[in-house]
């Protein structure tokens, strides 16, 4: 009977520890900040010539971040920048390269890309400007919080 006992609460013990862990994972879940600085960049000349004058810099550095959140059971991506947050598309989230790829309302499309294991990262534009079709990519790290 003693065993009985024993192993009735050993069951208990096994299944709260189960749910609790299956609880905590989806519905606990906390959210994922990508933080990136790009300090080098290529990008289209100034006459707009392409690609004969690639211009590289390293003068201003370029900051961006990144929120990843699970709803539902589901990932979403966020772009968080000056003017607020931007609803992106997540590619590949179990890593271990991620990418966010974001279409804006003029319809051009940016995508960043973070090696999650290194955390180096990529940052690209493809943007077309009245006639001209304005290319740009950016080099850095990123860091999470």
């Not at 013990?13 to 990136?36: D, E, G, H, N, Q």
């Not at 539902?72 to 992106?88: C, H, M, R, S």
Request: glycine fraction near 4%; charge should be neutral; charged fraction near 15%.
């Amino acid at each position: 009977m003693c065993k009985l006992f024993w192993m009735n609460h050993l069951l208990k013990y096994t299944l709260a520890v189960i749910a609790f862990v299956l609880l905590s994972t989806s519905v606990f879940s906390a959210p994922l900040m990508i933080k990136c600085k790009f300090p080098s960049f290529a990008s289209v000349g100034k006459n707009g010539n392409y690609p004969s004058n690639i211009e590289l810099s390293s003068t201003d550095t370029f900051n961006i971040s990144f929120l990843v959140s699970e709803e539902d059971g589901t990932q979403k991506a966020f772009f968080i920048g000056n003017l607020g947050a931007e609803e992106v598309i997540l590619l590949n989230s179990k890593g271990p390269l991620i990418t966010f790829l974001e279409i804006t309302k003029t319809q051009n499309v940016n995508t960043t890309s973070v090696d999650l294991d290194t955390y180096q990262a990529v940052h690209s534009r493809h943007i077309k400007l009245l006639d001209m079709f304005i290319p740009s990519q950016y080099y850095g790290t990123c860091y999470s919080q």
